[in-house]
Structures are given as C-alpha cells and as structure tokens.
C-alpha cells in the first residue's frame, strides 16, 4: 500500500518486494545486470560508505585498480564492452583521493597476475600504473610473492575477495565475484563466522606480503626494459 501512495512504478515496487522477502540467511547472491558487477546497487551503497576496503586477486588485477584497457580486456565478455569499461572507470572515480580520503584501501595482488611479456602494451602499461601509485598512503598495492609459503593451506587465498569495513555499527562485509554474480556474506547475521575465516587470511597476507615500498621497486624493476626479465 505504502509503495502504491509513493507512485512506485510496477518494476521497482516488484524489486522491493522481493527485498522485503529475501531471507536474512547472511549472504546474498546479486546477479551482474551487464555481465560484470560494477553497477551493482548493493555494491556501490556499500562501497560508498566503506571505511576500509582490502582485496586479494591471485588471478587478475582487481577492478578498481585496472586501467582502462586492462580493463577492456577483462570486460570483453560482456555483451556491450565500451558501456561496461564506463561503468568501471567511473566506479574508480568515486574512490579518487579528493573526495574519499578518508577511505584506506589494500589491493593484495599475486605476483602471477602481473606476469608479462615483452609484447604485451597492454600488460605493461597497467604495471607501471601500479608502480606508480603502490605506495600511496591509504590506496596501497602489496605484491604477494609466488614463493610463498601456505598460500594452498589458506582456501580462500585460491579465490579473490573483497573485505569492506564501516563505522559502527555496520557490521564487516565480504564478496567474491564469478563471471555472473556476485556473492556478498554479512557478518552481522549470526555470529559473524563467515567474516571471521577472511581476519586470518588478511593477517597472514600482511605477514608474507611485500610492503608497499618494496612493490613499487618490484614493480618498477619489472617495467624497466633494461632490468626486467621477460615472463618472470
């Protein structure tokens, strides 16, 4: 009744609807709208109000520190590339250090996923944009070096995550994405076990981890035609 008197249109009344009556199980599968998940209502309130951010790719550089033709290559399953490489690039806006400066971001990043080879523009060129910006205080990158040590004992350390933080009394939220969805786990359902299996897996990337500084060098050293060895 209360969306009727509002002059709800069918579509978004049906939309609440189904919010209304969605379990509160403690996770929460949204499906990509284009293919990739970077106008995600869900994602994009939580994102706006997140304190602290700390993600972790052993595959791919994470979105919000892709170039845009990096970018374009990872997007190119979507069914419209150049409205999809839009979205992402204006979603990284929002996090420009003018207008969130308060928001401190980590991006772990496998060292496997910025391997290159002497031909690869594309690779190159979003290297060096990591290089250039790793050690940027609260927007950092940390390498995690492929020698390692119980990378395979940690699960979820063979798949990407997200950890945002809030203010309290926000509770932490958690995502990992697939191709077609993206899943979020809230840990202020139930007890919070879901989040806390990532409190381990974010401490033990911050012991085997590159500091910031030795990643902008490592990173430098790997775009530096006279230093860098080819496939490393």
Do not use: K
């Not at 049906?14 to 599968?29: D, F, H, K, M, S």
């Not at 293919?35 to 979105?63: G, K, N």
């Not at 991006?107 to 060129?125: G, K, P, S």
Request: charged share 25%; with cysteine; hydrophobic share 40%.
């Amino acid at each position: 009744m209360a969306l009727g008197a509002l002059n709800c249109d069918p579509e978004t009344s049906a939309r609440i609807n189904r919010l209304v009556r969605e379990p509160a199980a403690g996770w929460y599968v949204r499906p990509h709208p284009r293919q990739a998940p970077d106008d995600l209502p869900m994602l994009a309130a939580h994102e706006r109000i997140a304190e602290t951010i700390t993600s972790y790719d052993p595959l791919m550089v994470p979105a919000l520190r892709q170039t845009e033709d990096y970018a374009r290559a990872a997007l190119a399953h979507t069914t419209d590339v150049d409205h999809a490489v839009r979205l992402r690039m204006r979603r990284q806006r929002r996090f420009d250090l003018r207008f969130r400066p308060r928001c401190r971001m980590t991006f772990f990043i496998h060292e496997n996923a910025v391997a290159f080879t002497e031909d690869d523009q594309v690779m190159h060129e979003q290297v060096m944009a990591l290089a250039i910006v790793a050690d940027i205080p609260g927007h950092q990158v940390r390498l995690v070096p492929a020698n390692s040590s119980g990378i395979l004992g940690h699960p979820p350390l063979r798949q990407p995550v997200t950890v945002m933080t809030f203010t309290r009394p926000i509770a932490p939220l958690s995502y990992t994405e697939t191709t077609d969805s993206t899943v979020f786990t809230d840990a202020g359902v139930s007890t919070g076990a879901d989040h806390a299996t990532y409190q381990p897996l974010l401490e033990h990337l911050d012991r085997i981890a590159l500091t910031p500084a030795e990643t902008a060098t490592e990173l430098h050293r790997r775009v530096d035609p006279a230093s860098r060895i080819p496939n490393r």
